[in-house]
Structure formats: C-alpha cells, structure tokens
C-alpha cells in the first residue's frame, strides 16, 4: 500500500498564494507522473497539473503562468500564486505508483487538501 499526504491548503485572499506538498509513501519501487488535481463544489475532478519523473509538466490552461509544480523524488509540490476566486476546490495529489518488477502500476489518490479564495 502507498499513502499520499496533502499539505497546505488554507483560506487565502484573492491575488495571494499558496504552496501545496504532496509526500508519497509505502511501497514504492518507482512513481511514473504525480499531479494535482481539484474538485470545486458541485463541480466534478478536474487536472491542474502533471509532472513526469523527467520533469515535463502539464497545466490546465487557466493556471498557466500563476501555478507552478514541482518534483523532489516522491514529494510533489503546487506552487499558486495569484490565486482567484475560481480556483477554490479540494485540492488532490495523485501518483502513478509502480510497485515492483515485473512493472505493476497502480493510481493512488491523496485525501484532499481545501484551498478556498476568497474575493
């Protein structure tokens, strides 16, 4: 079993910023792509941002140029700046975690970590 754990979420005005941190845990033996995905009220799970072992990233187009994410070994981070209103939302870390050889994968979800702007 792996264990994702969210830390850093909290209530920030609109324009501030906030850094989220993901740790990865358990048995691993590699992690493929982590991310941060985000589920506003009434609304349904939607990517913000990937990012491969290699470092290549992927963001949802209305965070381009405010969020940045970053990658130490099994650590995920979320860096928000410039924040609105509209990115309020559960935040969730994902991992692509293969947890052995022969390759076996397997997607673990973290419980969530709340961000709410406020305006």
């Known amino acids: 079993q792996v264990q994702l754990v969210e830390s850093g979420g909290g209530l920030v005005q609109a324009g501030g910023s906030l850094r989220l941190s993901c740790a990865a845990s358990?048995?691993?033996?590699?992690?493929?792509?982590m991310g941060w995905y985000r589920q506003a009220p009434g609304k349904q799970r939607e990517l913000v941002a990937t990012i491969t072992p290699g470092s290549s990233t992927n963001y949802k187009y209305s965070v381009k140029g405010r969020f940045t994410i970053s990658r130490d070994k099994n650590t995920v981070y979320l860096q928000m700046n410039s924040l609105k209103p509209e990115d309020t939302g559960v935040y969730f870390c994902?991992?692509?975690?293969?947890?052995?050889?022969?390759?076996?994968?397997?997607?673990?979800w973290g419980k969530g970590t709340l961000v709410t702007v406020s305006s």
């Open positions: 358990g048995r691993i033996f590699s992690i493929d792509a």
């Open positions: 994902h991992a692509n975690v293969n947890e052995g050889s022969p390759r076996y994968i397997v997607d673990y």
